[in-house]
């Protein structure tokens, strides 16, 4: 964590920005942070949440790297070696997959490896996720492939706040943090306290309070649960909503006792169902609560296809509708 | 579209660096015999010591995979001379990552025989203090250190602008050197193989290397061999012609020849200190045996290879050259193996007697802070051993 925290109260900031200032607060606490990526320098990255960092804090702590997603982690881990703290932005969640045998053969086994002689803090930033209107590659869900992994940690806001906080907390964390970024939130608003500085961004949290059924999802699709939420309080249901936050460590606590209250559940991600993340949380539920369960644990997310062309995206990714007919399917037991 | 098995390069080809010939005469260069000029006999004496050392090791540690009591083992047969003279030109704070067959480097640093058995065992992953030796683990998949090399070498011209900014030497995550003693400006050095050179990562090692003007050494190893593909198939061009690609100076050298490789690392070392950025050194060698101890080169190699390749083994030659100039006699030989017999007995018995740690001490390692799922197979596991106690 860094020694000061120089911002104070509270501000309402995009989710973009809370990046940006995540960012340029823990550069401005640790001169050994620093940021590296693809056009993240002059012009900003491609969404803009690196802009104007790279006045503050020149270019040689704000990197604009030659293309090679290997080469950006893979330096990464170098520099980290020696002690910095690199902070290198993947373009897009396609994009990482040349960098993912340095992510997963490499930054997740360091420690490890070295008998815990060497910590390697690098916070890997990933905007990820659809409903953008983009083309190939650039709307995937791949965080089930890290969470997969040990070594690594995973985490993904879905407010101002968290973003904030989140990041922070990551860059300053001894181990390996993957920052999934949910893009198409990056211009939601919100209220950031930059006084939370206990925030732990590693559990989850209830967002919303309800009785009848649980919907746990992160990132993208809080909104989308808190809508499905809000929708279904005309029906007389009463549906709490958990935002994970965390996909590596899972706050299973979190579930559970929301689960002993419900007893219904409903696990929302983009990803595909398959081997996701909601597969695990079903697993770890109907192991730890198969009593107070009503219901099956349901999981909605993508289909087992790659992320659709963008003209018909969205009957691949959950909206508030398949979210409802979840709700109905678990009440329905 | 045919493999190209007679490469020809029409673009240059470096010079081949020799200074000392297969029958240990030596020749002088008009650039690099003065960088060898600083080798007393002592030292090449020494430098003979550690390699005959690493190659008794090396047979050791063959027979003990062969009885069962490795899991593997990757010998160094044959390519005695590139590690232990490059090893032995580096300056003590330069932070070496090394591949997965340099056990000659890692004995000239002063990491001992012992310390090297872990991974091979199987009771450890880094049996040496990093810090100490400033020298990494081991990397099994190819070519990846040498971006973390890279990355090291570019963390160092960034502690060069915070002294620069704030007075103070950095250290790193710390190391045994003391930055404010150094006499030597520190740099990196990798090793690498021939066959790693394919690998994506070494391209954009020396693409970010020299964007960064980063203060690395590239010591590639051909050692002819990737398992059974042999470099013709590899390369239509040495190694070494491929660093004037990325804007950076290669340098082609007789890899057995313990001067040459001397001089040539000390001369790249003095351009990479000085700020010119990377030098790439391919290091022509011979692999004498095979990949690792689960590869049969009999079955790929041609069959006359020892009678072409055994007459420039690196070990014969410095002999040699040490006999015909009187430095060393019988009765240094005979000292060597002496000394390498009593090395390896006590290899042999602390490997035999070698055992892992804790399994909990690996539950403990995957992170650096507690992590909740490791937390819950930690209680798993205790409450699932906890029951056959109980039986």
Redesign the interface.
Known sequence: MSEQNPQQGTETLTLAKAITRALHDEMAAN?KV?ALGEDIGKLGGVYRVTEGLQKTFGP?RIMD??L?E??I????????????R?VPEIQFDGFVF?GF??IT??LAKM?????????VSVTVRIPYGGMIGSVEHHSESPEALFTHT??L?VVTPSSPHDAYWMLRKAIA???PVIYFEPKRRYWMKGEVNFEDTDFDP?TAQVVREGDDLTIATYGPLVPVALAAAQAAVEDGQSIEVIDLRSL?????PTIEASIQKTGRLVVAHEAPTFGGIGSDIAAAITERCFYHLEAPVIRVGGYHMPYPVSRIEEEYVPGIDRLLEAVDRSLAY | MSQTQNPTNPWGTPERIQLMNEAGETTPHTSFSAYADELTGEDLKDMYRTMALTRRFCDEMTSLQRQGQLALWVPSRGQEAAQVASARALAANDYIFPSYRDHGVLLERGITPEEITPLFRGS???GW???KHNV??Y?L?LA?Q??????????????A??EAETGEA????GQATDPTQDPDKPAVAVYCGDGSTTE??VH??M??AA?YNAPVLFFVQNNHWAISVPFSVQSRVPISTRAAGYGFEGLRVDGNDVLAVYAATRYAMDKIRTGEGPVLIEAETYRLGPHTTADDPTKYRPEDHGATYEPLDPMLRLEAYLRSTGQADDAFFDDIAAYTKEQVKSVRSYVLASEPETFET?L??????P????E?DRSFYRAYNDGFEED
């Open positions: 001169r620093l040689t790297t030659p090679g290997a080469g982690i893979g330096t990464s881990i170098g520099m980290a070696l020696r002690g910095y690199p040349p045998n340095q053969s490499q420690h490890g490896r070295t008998h815990g002689q060497y910590q040990p070594g940690r964390h001894p181990d590693f590596s460590p899972l706050d299973i | 450890g992953t880094l203090d990093a810090k990494h683990s990397t998949v990846a040498v971006l973390h090399a890279t990355g090291y070498a570019m963390g160092l011209n960034l502690d602008e915070i950095q250290t790193g995550q994506g990562d954009e090692s693409v970010f964007s690996y403990d390692r995957a992170y650096a802070a992590h909740q799922q490791v819950d």
